[in-house]
């Protein structure tokens, strides 16, 4: 959901410690006021980009071990043993529609979110809060697009209800690997090395 305020003048800080932004208005009353809490100053330019994505990971993991002991000589034990992942990945994306808001949107339908006490550690230089499509609603994919459905041109109301649908995937992402270890210990000096597909020793 992108809102699109009046505000007129933004002043930002970046140079050195914490970052300010301040927006005030301009001298032209017919710009509003400036106050981005101000939910007039959102009455045009908004609009929707219909876009869902749907994101599944799944992990395998396990490993078995084993160690023989060696009663007198110089091995004291040998030790063996294997670690094995599975991992996979799989994104499905659909296409993106954007469609431009006709008119204002019912009160309902905004909410403020404060920004100072909140951000930067309770830092003052920022806006006291701004206005956002409600959160309950966006959150909801379908409700979202029944909910603007009646504030867009007519001829885009059916698709923006149907909605954008799931394009098929490419193709999964997949690792797998399969280790193996060995160890050894000698009697005279604790000295274990272990080799994988480079050995070491430590």
Request: contains cysteine; neutral net charge; charged residues 20%.
């Amino acid at each position: 959901m992108i809102l699109a305020p009046t505000a007129e003048r933004l002043t930002t800080s970046v140079g050195s410690g914490v970052p300010s932004m301040i927006i005030s208005p301009d001298s032209d009353p017919a710009n509003g006021n400036g106050l981005v809490s101000d939910p007039a100053n959102y009455a045009s330019g908004a609009g929707y980009l219909d876009h869902i994505e749907h994101s599944v990971g799944t992990e395998y993991a396990g490993r078995l071990d084993a160690e023989y002991k060696i009663d007198g000589g110089f091995l004291k034990s040998l030790a063996g043993g294997l670690r094995y992942t599975d991992r996979s990945a799989v994104t499905d994306s659909s296409t993106y529609l954007y469609y431009g808001l006709t008119r204002a949107l019912s009160p309902d339908l905004y909410e403020q979110r404060l920004f100072r006490g909140d951000l930067y550690r309770g830092f003052q230089d920022v806006p006291t809060s701004a206005v956002f499509f409600d959160r309950d609603t966006v959150l909801d994919h379908g409700a979202t697009r029944q909910a603007l459905a009646t504030f867009v041109d007519l001829s885009q109301q059916a698709a923006l209800r149907a909605g954008v649908g799931y394009a098929s995937s490419t193709a999964a992402r997949r690792a797998r690997r399969l280790i193996p270890l060995m160890a050894w210990r000698a009697s005279a000096a604790a000295v274990r090395c272990r080799s994988t597909a480079i050995s070491a020793c430590d």
